[in-house]
């Protein structure tokens, strides 16, 4: 069955976007739980162990605190409440630090750092899963055991304001309540407002046992200004008033006989030097937790906080309040703060957590009792059981005290093994889906590679023998084998997999495909091979099913080395880490082997048939001097025609060859401008570039003009080919560009100073999306007009119509990049238009060539914009430009834009520019899709093999899940990009019939 080039892609597209996220639902790790709805019970608590006594006796110890207050600030980074910083930015909580009844510690916050998953750790004290970085931006009721059921089951009455995150885990755990939305980033005031305005009432009232406050200002900053924003000291500031508030209130409930409280002031993650969160860098992880109550030992100096890990918080106060500690906590006791309670209360306390890790580790290992932690803790609990009995017997001799603090240390070395042991498992994969997955993406890759001589052929068409594969015996045989090993892991499995949970219809539509493809693939590499051994026979290359030789250029050869070299790459930490290095050396090659290319046409060889320079057809000839006449930009001032060998200037001839010379060395200087803008990566992402220069207040006069310049720039790179309509448009949004960058205070207006008031800019970002819509439905039209327009008349409605909507892609691009980004844009559209005019088609280049030249600019465009591999540097503040309150789908809309704006404006191009070339080649359109299906499917191969074989030997989330995440969305923009494209062929293959 021959299929077009085009339909055949976008299928093989769709089915390995379906293969990768059954890879990644594998590949997420499902956190180590014993049992997601079991709860712990005091009833089931462990009794005291007894060494020889008639029964051991259940006993648990006094709450060590009646009232608990939890102030979580977000984004709580340590240096911001410790050291010098500290005593500046929060005086009152140095002071308490340094002076007061205290324990500091900086508590370490294990990835991925956002928001939800560090409260589940709070809470829970287990580890959370990658998965919940989605789970983040709609987070579902909490349903495995946690602190605050079991303080409402004890009947604990708490209270909450602030980050109604809070409010979607636990539903309805509080008997009282008010949240704020903690997406909408450009409110950093009264979202803490909101929370600060119920302190004096609630703190007078003595009806309730636990409060819980969780302040979002800080963050919000941050993801707008960057931890040194001047506005971040006032927020601390504000802060440790609040603390002071509360510290006060409770020293005078207790000054009338209270029982004693505790004051946690913590936060959930910190934050990297670019203001976001969410990797594994020292300033994300390391937080501050400060616990202060009249229980502890006043200091007399300045100590150095203790580092303890996030997830000991849950059982340290699930202990001190008299509670069973969650039964998937990974968290050990802190110490310190029991140290005041009596000897067998603080061995009480440390059995309790060591039973119940070692409960967890024997329901997460295969033989726990291997485990080294799980025989200390045996060996501790039997000295623990000889200490209980000299106790009871009323032994006071120093050898009992001295046998104590040995059993402590025995106690603490156990829980510190076991919970090493837990931590290092972080998650059970789901191996039969992450093979699953790899099959599928593996096989259609193999499928895409055999079909690579037809689907680049002249004709375009690929057969694929589908009816032959579905109508042979190894098809049926190979369904039954698959159903066969389905039945037997889904049988034998000891945890639950995704493929077992699913219903036997979608199972066997999954083995039907799998089966098939390999048949397919099979027939197509039986097929392939006589013609492999004719071209190793004949030294020459069949061009499949269009029968043309093929041979390869050294620009070929270039191209081919540096798609492979950078998949080879990716089995390397280092380079997945400092990947845009990678990009960067490409780009810079390319650059040299374009130039080289020039150099032979307009100096060696004028004319060079089957390749570059070959002859033109007069339809060529005329294409191009309409497209001198549209792009005269280039070439000659407003109003000669560069045709007219009259006017003054000299020959336009000539003037296009030096242009065509300058080119890629104007390309390497914008790319080397470009490198210097954001730094980007992990070993060097802390040191200064030019954004943190541009970005600083007393150079704010340089940023108002390098960004108007931007601006100005992009209209005159992006409106030559737009309708005036859409050119007017086009201006006004620009010019409302700059007004909302000037009302959020990036930038200036000439008339104005510094004493400019900052406004969230709702009002100028709202006026430009009415532009952006206006042109996006200008272009829109167009390309319906072309439709049904004549022959004559479809082809440059089509081409003004793609162009309009690029436009206005461009435009919106624009109004989310930041103010120093915006020569990014800026030079993205030079680099697109001087290539597009005296590069891809003055060389005749092929769509192949072209298309790999876009991927790779794309890739590099993606880290200019100071993007990594890091989750971390994903800016959320674009999610919310132009937006009053969180509205889910234009936030994500909006930040997913805003972080693929580079690959997306090149994809895009890539479009409008086959779409011109599909006039002269047909197959342009078609051949584009394939070689960018097959760009997207060998890394996404590699990397689903490489991740799947050394799963147990990679730092997964710093580097590899967030690169396997940003692999996994790349494919999709490439689906959707080849179904664009497919379908636009399909039209025009439709109105070309007679």
Same mark, same amino acid.
């Given at each position: 069955?021959?299929?077009?080039?085009?339909?055949?892609?976008?299928?093989?597209?769709?089915?390995?976007?379906?293969?990768?996220?059954?890879?990644?639902?594998?590949?997420?790790? !499902?956190?180590?739980?014993?049992?997601?709805?079991?709860?712990?019970?005091?009833?089931?608590?462990?009794?005291?162990?007894?060494?020889?006594?008639?029964?051991?006796?259940?006993?648990?110890?006094?709450?060590?605190?009646?009232?608990?207050?939890?102030?979580?600030?977000?984004?709580?980074?340590?240096?911001?409440?410790?050291?010098?910083?500290?005593?500046?930015?929060?005086?009152?909580?140095?002071?308490?630090?340094?002076?007061?009844?205290?324990?500091?510690?900086?508590?370490?916050?294990?990835?991925?750092?956002?928001?939800?998953?560090?409260?589940?750790?709070?809470?829970?004290?287990?580890?959370?899963?990658?998965?919940?970085?989605?789970?983040?931006?709609?987070?579902?009721?909490?349903?495995?055991?946690?602190?605050?059921?079991?303080?409402?089951?004890?009947?604990?009455?708490?209270?909450?304001?602030?980050?109604?995150?809070?409010?979607?885990?636990?539903?309805?755990?509080?008997?009282?309540?008010?949240?704020?939305?903690?997406?909408?980033?450009?409110?950093?005031?009264?979202?803490?407002?909101?929370?600060?305005?119920?302190?004096?009432?609630?703190?007078?009232?003595?009806?309730?046992?636990?409060?819980?406050?969780?302040?979002?200002?800080?963050?919000?900053?941050?993801?707008?200004?960057?931890?040194?924003?001047?506005? !971040?000291?006032?927020?601390?500031?504000?802060?440790?008033?609040?603390?002071?508030?509360?510290?006060?209130?409770?020293?005078?409930?207790?000054?009338?006989?209270?029982?004693?409280?505790?004051?946690?002031?913590?936060?959930?993650?910190?934050?990297?030097?670019?203001?976001?969160?969410?990797?594994?860098?020292?300033?994300?992880?390391?937080?501050?937790?400060?616990?202060?109550?009249?229980?502890?030992?006043?200091?007399?100096?300045?100590?150095?906080?203790?580092?303890?890990?996030?997830?000991?918080?849950?059982?340290?106060?699930?202990?001190?309040?008299?509670?069973?500690?969650?039964?998937?906590?990974?968290?050990?006791?802190?110490?310190?703060?029991?140290?005041?309670?009596?000897?067998?209360?603080?061995?009480?306390?440390?059995?309790?957590? =060591?039973?119940?890790?070692?409960?967890?580790?024997?329901?997460?290992?295969?033989?726990?009792?291997?485990?080294?932690?799980?025989?200390?803790?045996?060996?501790?609990?039997?000295?623990?059981?000889?200490?209980?009995?000299?106790?009871?017997?009323?032994?006071?001799?120093?050898?009992?005290?001295?046998?104590?603090?040995?059993?402590?240390?025995?106690?603490?070395?156990?829980? *510190?093994?076991?919970?090493?042991?837990?931590?290092?498992?972080?998650?059970?994969?789901?191996?039969?889906?992450?093979?699953?997955?790899?099959?599928?993406?593996?096989?259609?890759?193999?499928?895409?590679?055999?079909?690579?001589?037809?689907?680049?052929?002249?004709?375009?068409?690929?057969?694929?023998?589908?009816?032959?594969?579905?109508?042979?015996?190894?098809?049926?045989?190979?369904?039954?084998?698959?159903?066969?090993?389905?039945?037997?892991?889904?049988?034998?499995?000891?945890?639950?997999?995704?493929?077992?949970?699913?219903?036997? =219809?979608?199972?066997?539509?999954?083995?039907?495909?799998?089966?098939?493809?390999?048949?397919?693939?099979?027939?197509?590499?039986?097929?392939?091979?006589?013609?492999?051994?004719?071209?190793?026979?004949?030294?020459? =290359?069949?061009?499949?099913?269009?029968?043309?030789?093929?041979?390869?250029?050294?620009?070929?050869?270039?191209?081919?080395?540096?798609?492979? =070299?950078?998949?080879?790459?990716?089995?390397?930490?280092?380079?997945?880490?400092?990947?845009?290095?990678?990009?960067?050396?490409?780009?810079?090659?390319?650059?040299?082997?374009?130039?080289?290319?020039?150099?032979?046409?307009?100096?060696?060889?004028?004319?060079?048939?089957?390749?570059?320079?070959?002859?033109?057809?007069?339809?060529?000839?005329?294409?191009?001097?309409?497209?001198?006449?549209?792009?005269?930009?280039?070439?000659?001032?407003?109003?000669?025609?560069?045709?007219?060998?009259?006017?003054?200037?000299?020959?336009?001839?000539?003037?296009?060859?030096?242009?065509?010379?300058?080119?890629?060395?104007?390309?390497?200087?914008?790319?080397?401008?470009?490198?210097?803008?954001?730094?980007?990566?992990?070993?060097?992402?802390?040191?200064?570039?030019?954004?943190?220069? #541009?970005?600083?207040?007393?150079?704010?006069?340089?940023?108002?003009?390098?960004?108007?310049?931007?601006?100005?720039?992009?209209? #005159?790179?992006?409106?030559?080919?737009?309708?005036?309509?859409?050119?007017?448009?086009?201006?006004?949004?620009?010019?409302?560009?700059?007004?909302?960058?000037?009302?959020?205070?990036?930038?200036?207006?000439?008339?104005?100073?510094?004493?400019?008031?900052?406004?969230?800019?709702?009002?100028?970002?709202?006026?430009?999306?009415?532009?952006?819509?206006?042109?996006?439905?200008?272009?829109?039209?167009?390309?319906?007009?072309?439709?049904?327009?004549?022959?004559?008349?479809?082809?440059?409605?089509?081409?003004?119509?793609?162009?309009?909507?690029?436009?206005?892609?461009?435009?919106?691009?624009?109004?989310?990049?930041?103010?120093?980004?915006?020569? !990014?844009?800026?030079?993205?559209?030079?680099?697109?238009?001087?290539?597009?005019?005296?590069?891809?088609?003055?060389?005749?280049?092929?769509?192949?060539?072209?298309?790999?030249?876009?991927?790779?600019?794309?890739?590099?465009?993606?880290?200019?914009?100071?993007?990594?591999?890091?989750?971390?540097?994903?800016?959320?503040?674009?999610?919310?430009?132009?937006?009053?309150?969180?509205?889910?789908?234009?936030?994500?809309?909006?930040?997913?834009?805003?972080?693929?704006?580079?690959?997306?404006?090149?994809?895009?191009?890539?479009?409008?520019?086959?779409?011109?070339?599909?006039?002269?080649?047909?197959?342009?359109?078609?051949?584009?899709?394939?070689? #960018? *299906?097959?760009?997207?499917?060998?890394?996404?191969?590699?990397? !689903?093999?490489?991740?799947?074989?050394?799963?147990?030997?990679?730092?997964?989330?710093?580097?590899?899940?967030?690169?396997?995440?940003?692999?996994?969305?790349?494919?999709?923009?490439?689906?959707?990009?080849?179904?664009?494209?497919?379908?636009?062929?399909?039209?025009?293959?439709?109105?070309?019939?007679?």
């Amino acid at each position: 069955m021959k299929i077009r080039t085009s339909v055949f892609t976008s299928f093989i597209m769709m089915a390995q976007v379906l293969g990768i996220a059954l890879f990644l639902r594998g590949f997420f790790p !499902v956190p180590v739980k014993s049992s997601v709805s079991a709860k712990n019970k005091l009833s089931d608590l462990p009794a005291e162990p007894l060494t020889g006594g008639p029964h051991n006796s259940s006993r648990l110890p006094d709450p060590l605190f009646k009232r608990v207050v939890i102030m979580l600030v977000d984004a709580l980074r340590e240096d911001f409440v410790f050291g010098p910083n500290g005593r500046g930015n929060m005086p009152y909580t140095s002071h308490l630090v340094e002076r007061g009844s205290t324990h500091s510690f900086v508590a370490k916050a294990r990835p991925p750092t956002v928001t939800m998953p560090r409260i589940k750790a709070l809470t829970t004290g287990s580890i959370p899963g990658f998965i919940d970085v989605v789970m983040n931006l709609n987070s579902p009721a909490l349903l495995e055991d946690n602190l605050l059921w079991q303080a409402q089951a004890a009947g604990k009455r708490m209270i909450f304001y602030g980050d109604d995150t809070w409010l979607r885990l636990f539903p309805k755990l509080f008997m009282e309540r008010d949240g704020t939305t903690s997406f909408f980033v450009s409110d950093y005031t009264e979202v803490d407002n909101n929370v600060t305005r119920h302190l004096d009432s609630t703190l007078k009232r003595d009806d309730w046992d636990v409060l819980i406050l969780h302040y979002l200002g800080l963050d919000h900053i941050g993801h707008v200004s960057g931890p040194r924003s001047p506005l !971040v000291r006032p927020k601390l500031l504000e802060m440790d008033d609040v603390l002071k508030k509360i510290h006060g209130a409770l020293v005078s409930k207790e000054a009338e006989g209270a029982p004693p409280y505790l004051l946690v002031l913590c936060g959930d993650h910190g934050m990297s030097e670019t203001g976001s969160h969410g990797g594994s860098s020292e300033p994300e992880v390391n937080t501050a937790l400060v616990l202060v109550s009249p229980a502890f030992r006043r200091k007399v100096g300045m100590e150095t906080p203790g580092v303890v890990e996030q997830v000991d918080l849950h059982p340290t106060l699930a202990l001190a309040l008299g509670l069973p500690i969650s039964l998937n906590s990974v968290g050990r006791l802190i110490p310190a703060v029991v140290q005041e309670a009596p000897l067998r209360d603080r061995l009480r306390f440390l059995h309790l957590n =060591g039973h119940q890790l070692s409960c967890l580790l024997g329901a997460s290992v295969a033989e726990p009792h291997r485990e080294v932690g799980v025989e200390q803790f045996r060996v501790a609990e039997k000295a623990h059981g000889g200490w209980m009995k000299l106790y009871l017997e009323g032994n006071t001799s120093e050898v009992l005290g001295n046998m104590g603090k040995k059993v402590l240390r025995q106690y603490l070395e156990a829980l *510190a093994s076991m919970s090493s042991a837990l931590s290092r498992q972080l998650g059970k994969y789901d191996m039969y889906s992450m093979v699953a997955g790899m099959v599928i993406v593996f096989q259609l890759l193999l499928v895409l590679l055999l079909a690579m001589p037809e689907a680049l052929s002249g004709a375009a068409l690929v057969d694929v023998p589908v009816l032959q594969a579905l109508l042979s015996l190894p098809f049926y045989l190979l369904c039954l084998l698959l159903a066969s090993v389905h039945v037997l892991v889904c049988t034998s499995a000891g945890s639950a997999c995704y493929l077992c949970s699913l219903s036997w =219809g979608l199972v066997f539509t999954a083995v039907a495909f799998a089966s098939a493809t390999f048949c397919v693939l099979v027939s197509m590499a039986t097929r392939r091979l006589p013609s492999w051994r004719t071209t190793s026979k004949s030294g020459g =290359g069949s061009g499949g099913g269009g029968g043309s030789g093929w041979s390869l250029s050294e620009l070929d050869i270039l191209l081919l080395a540096g798609t492979v =070299g950078h998949t080879l790459s990716l089995a390397a930490s280092s380079f997945v880490e400092e990947e845009h290095q990678t990009w960067y050396f490409l780009l810079n090659t390319l650059c040299l082997a374009v130039f080289q290319d020039v150099c032979r046409k307009y100096f060696r060889e004028q004319r060079r048939p089957g390749g570059i320079g070959e002859n033109r057809d007069h339809q060529e000839v005329e294409e191009e001097e309409e497209e001198e006449e549209e792009e005269r930009f280039f070439l000659s001032p407003k109003g000669r025609r560069p045709s007219d060998p009259s006017q003054p200037g000299g020959d336009p001839r000539s003037r296009e060859k030096w242009l065509a010379l300058a080119t890629p060395p104007l390309t390497l200087a914008c790319c080397r401008l470009l490198r210097t803008l954001n730094q980007t990566g992990v070993q060097w992402a802390h040191l200064p570039d030019m954004g943190h220069w #541009l970005n600083s207040s007393e150079h704010r006069a340089v940023l108002s003009l390098l960004a108007a310049l931007s601006l100005v720039l992009v209209y #005159l790179l992006i409106q030559r080919r737009c309708s005036w309509v859409s050119r007017i448009a086009l201006a006004l949004g620009l010019v409302g560009v700059y007004s909302y960058r000037a009302a959020v205070g990036n930038v200036w207006f000439p008339w104005q100073h510094g004493s400019q008031s900052v406004s969230k800019g709702t009002v100028e970002a709202r006026f430009v999306y009415v532009f952006v819509l206006g042109i996006l439905f200008s272009g829109s039209k167009d390309l319906l007009r072309s439709q049904i327009a004549a022959a004559a008349a479809a082809a440059p409605l089509k081409r003004r119509g793609l162009w309009e909507i690029y436009s206005g892609l461009v435009l919106l691009v624009a109004l989310l990049f930041r103010a120093h980004n915006l020569p !990014v844009l800026c030079c993205c559209l030079l680099v697109q238009s001087l290539m597009a005019r005296f590069i891809w088609r003055k060389l005749h280049y092929d769509a192949a060539q072209t298309t790999i030249m876009h991927y790779w600019f794309g890739q590099a465009f993606f880290y200019f914009q100071g993007n990594s591999n890091n989750i971390g540097t994903v800016d959320v503040s674009v999610g919310f430009v132009g937006l009053e309150s969180y509205v889910e789908g234009p936030a994500i809309f909006l930040t997913a834009l805003g972080t693929y704006a580079g690959p997306l404006l090149w994809a895009c191009h890539l479009v409008c520019y086959l779409n011109s070339e599909s006039l002269r080649t047909p197959v342009a359109l078609g051949h584009g899709c394939y070689v #960018l *299906a097959l760009l997207r499917s060998v890394p996404v191969a590699a990397y !689903v093999v490489l991740v799947t074989a050394l799963r147990y030997h990679l730092f997964i989330w710093s580097v590899f899940s967030p690169k396997l995440l940003y692999e996994a969305a790349h494919a999709l923009l490439a689906t959707v990009l080849c179904l664009f494209l497919g379908a636009m062929e399909t039209a025009q293959a439709d109105a070309a019939r007679p």
